[in-house]
């Protein structure tokens, strides 16, 4: 499936490619990007896609509106019972996998309001970027419920525990000053210059080769799960595949001969 043909069943969400980044945007603003069973499986589909296509390089994930995504949408999940909780838990940990699994580098481009479902979301991505307007938040125990689609997991993992129970234990927002601090956010810029922002750094990500970036994703995703001794085995067989490619020896050629590498 090409872009035009998917951009035109989605209803939820917007695409576009520029520069070989393809800039998808949340685009329920009504509903402040909310979450819902369609908006997943239309994640499902442009990642699906951008994971095949040769000319998507990266991707920027945003918002329109005032919200990055607000969290899950209430209104469907309030009749959920018990199995039906889990398995909507299940289908949304298994996109935002996806996500973060994808073997090409992913910024989130936070606009606005990242509250539950949202901030798990930009929790996927490899890179945060917030608008001086960003707020953060795991709201779901003031609903009675704990965060579900990766949150308990991937935030400790990036903040710290003591940092992660504050803000689930709490409920409450914290700002994009205050994510900076916390590390949950690379980086904080003036509203009007986010995209331009995250654009810029994906070209500077575009410079380098891309062969070494899927290993290094790889090797900091999953050597996570792992102790020491055989994270370190792990990244060695990375770098042992890193030695065996063109791009290898498009930039060590470079480096001697004192050029800019052109890798492809």
């Known amino acids: 499936m090409g872009l035009q043909e ?9 695409i576009e490619v520029e520069n070989n980044i393809l800039i998808v945007t949340m685009n329920r603003p009504k509903a402040m990007n909310a979450l819902n069973s369609q908006t997943l499986d ?3 589909a442009i990642f699906d896609f951008a994971a095949k296509e040769d000319e998507v390089y990266g991707i920027i994930l945003t918002g329109e509106g005032k919200a990055f995504v607000a969290g899950a949408d209430i209104v469907q999940m309030k009749p959920y019972k018990s199995e039906d909780g889990r398995d909507y838990a299940g ?3 298994s996109t935002f996998d ?3 699994d994808i073997e090409k580098p992913v910024i989130a481009a936070v606009n606005g309001y990242a509250l539950g479902g949202g901030c798990e979301l930009s929790l996927s991505c490899d890179i945060r970027i917030a608008s001086e307007k960003a707020q953060f938040g795991q709201p779901e125990v ?3 419920i704990i965060p579900c689609f990766g949150g308990t997991q991937r935030l400790p993992r990036l903040i710290g525990p003591g940092f992660a129970k504050q803000m689930i234990y709490s409920g409450k927002f914290v700002s994009a000053e205050e994510a900076l601090r916390y590390g949950l956010v690379n980086k904080v810029v003036a509203h009007e210059d986010l995209l331009a922002e995250a654009k810029a750094m994906m070209a500077d990500i575009f410079k380098v080769s891309p062969v070494a970036i899927k290993y290094a994703k790889l090797a900091i995703n999953k050597g996570g799960d792992l102790d020491l001794t055989n994270a370190l085995e792990f990244e060695k067989g990375l770098v042992g595949l890193c030695f065996a490619t063109e791009d290898k020896e498009i930039g060590m050629d470079a480096f001697l001969n004192k050029e800019k590498p052109a890798f492809r």
């Open 6 to 14: 998917l951009s035109a069943k989605l209803e939820c969400i917007k």
């Open 42 to 44: 239309e994640l499902h």
């Open 91 to 93: 289908y949304a940990q």
């Open 98 to 100: 996806k996500i973060e």
């Open 142 to 144: 003031t609903l009675g």
